[in-house]
């Protein structure tokens, strides 16, 4: 009598605790599959910088990576393994990888089929070209914290070895976004001669970002400053932060100033700025990977209607404006311009068939604005040619002329070849590498 209770009492819990959760994680696994196939159909299935790359044969299947991700729908388990759903979408927060239990997570750069091209780097942050070193966006790592963090760690290492001959520096910073900042501050705090450098203003990329723009991060510890606890925070909201943490701390930054060039001589390096020569044993780049904006190669690009970064919205009001690009830049740019107050009448451009890669909330405030008629979407299409007062699309074998005054380009930045050439950096092209 007493096995049949336990017997029933067994059954019943399975029934109230165990069946549903089955059912549920069946349910979302289709949901899963559903949206691997759509990414994949839409050519949505390349991360375009650093990713995860999961070992089948350590992962346990707990889940624990896929509630990590900070970016939302972008892991998601099927057969009981986690897959990125929406590989174009993963900006390399990391988060899925500390997450792991048994360790089944590798971060790696470029996949077998697209390469992503990376700057030589040591784990000292260090190029193969001594004394000059890399942190940041540059080095593929675009999150602040990792930002933050590789500044810091590389001026550790550099504030180990022997100090600069009089009349030189020990560190010159050539950025000041997060990375520069941060390896300026490590520089002060470690008492070394350091001089900081950046051709706009002071806070890196953030500042080319349209007004209100979210930025994902994570809490991260600035030298000489202190703990910052957010996980997001608006592109105001960053710069307020720079501007605060460089008052408290004195730091100063010697903005419009860019670097042309740097050679060695015996143990220092001779570095040329658009102000002058300075002799130092240690040069960082910070200068991010998107400080040359990636161009459409079409005519008509060169005229001054043409921009590649939208910072005071407020400034166009009743125009004609065409917005290129398929990402969370370009549709945060078309929505900021197409308010209705601005009065302006803006086309969005995109040689895709979707927006997969932009976030889920951008891609709603498109399709409402659209929806509105404050936006026009053109899919499936590529600018042929740029005239002062029209562009000419091309879709399939048909060109047609959209009046135009203003176009914004936003397709992404490259590497500054150019520059690494010169200073002999060594570019590596990443096959899904760690």
């Not at 803006?346 to 890669?357: E, I, M």
């Amino acid at each position: 009598m007493d096995n049949v209770i336990v017997i029933a009492i067994a059954a019943a819990l399975l029934a109230v605790f165990v069946v549903p959760y089955y059912l549920r994680a069946r349910r979302q696994e289709q949901i899963n599959r559903e949206r691997l196939a759509h990414n994949q159909a839409a050519g949505l299935d390349e991360p375009p910088t650093l990713h995860p790359v999961v070992d089948p044969g350590v992962c346990l299947g707990s889940g624990a990576c896929v509630a990590a991700c900070p970016e939302g729908d972008i892991l998601g388990l099927i057969h009981g393994r986690p897959v990125l759903l929406n590989a174009s979408r993963c900006v390399g927060h990391g988060q899925c990888a500390a997450a792991c239990p048994v360790s089944a997570i590798s971060l790696v750069f470029g996949t077998a089929r697209r390469g992503v091209d990376i700057p030589h780097v040591q784990g000292t942050f260090e190029t193969n070209v001594p004394g000059v070193f890399i942190a940041g966006e540059l080095g593929g790592m675009g999150l602040i914290r990792n930002a933050v963090r590789q500044g810091r760690q590389a001026v550790e290492h550099i504030a180990r070895r022997p100090r600069a001959d009089e009349g030189e520096y020990d560190l010159l910073v050539a950025g000041a976004g997060p990375a520069g900042l941060a390896a300026s501050l490590t520089a002060r705090q470690h008492g070394l001669r350091c001089r900081t450098f950046e051709q706009e203003a002071p806070g890196g990329a953030v500042r080319h970002y349209p007004r209100q723009k979210l930025v994902m991060t994570e809490p991260m510890e600035i030298p000489l400053y202190g703990r910052v606890p957010w996980r997001q925070a608006s592109k105001e909201q960053l710069l307020a932060l720079w501007d605060e943490v460089m008052e408290r701390t004195g730091l100063e930054v010697c903005t419009g100033e860019r670097l042309q060039s740097a050679r060695r001589d015996g143990a220092s390096l001779v570095v040329q700025t658009t102000a002058g020569e300075f002799r130092t044993r240690h040069l960082l780049l910070a200068i991010g990977r998107r400080g040359t904006p990636n161009r459409l190669g079409v005519p008509g690009e060169d005229l001054a209607k043409v921009a590649y970064h939208l910072i005071e919205p407020e400034h166009y009001e009743d125009q004609r404006i065409m917005v290129v690009g398929g990402g969370n830049t370009a549709l945060e740019v078309a929505c900021a311009l197409a308010r209705p107050q601005r009065r302006n009448r803006v086309t969005l451009v995109h040689r895709g068939d979707s927006f997969g890669r932009a976030r889920q909330e951008n891609q709603a405030l498109v399709q409402q604005l659209a929806a509105d008629g404050q936006l026009t979407v053109r899919l499936g299409c590529q600018v042929g040619h740029i005239h002062p007062e029209r562009v000419d699309l091309i879709t399939g074998t048909a060109t047609d002329a959209v009046p135009n005054e203003q176009v914004f380009v936003c397709v992404g930045g490259s590497l500054p070849v150019a520059l690494l050439n010169e200073l002999g950096v060594a570019i590596e092209r990443k096959f899904g590498e760690a």
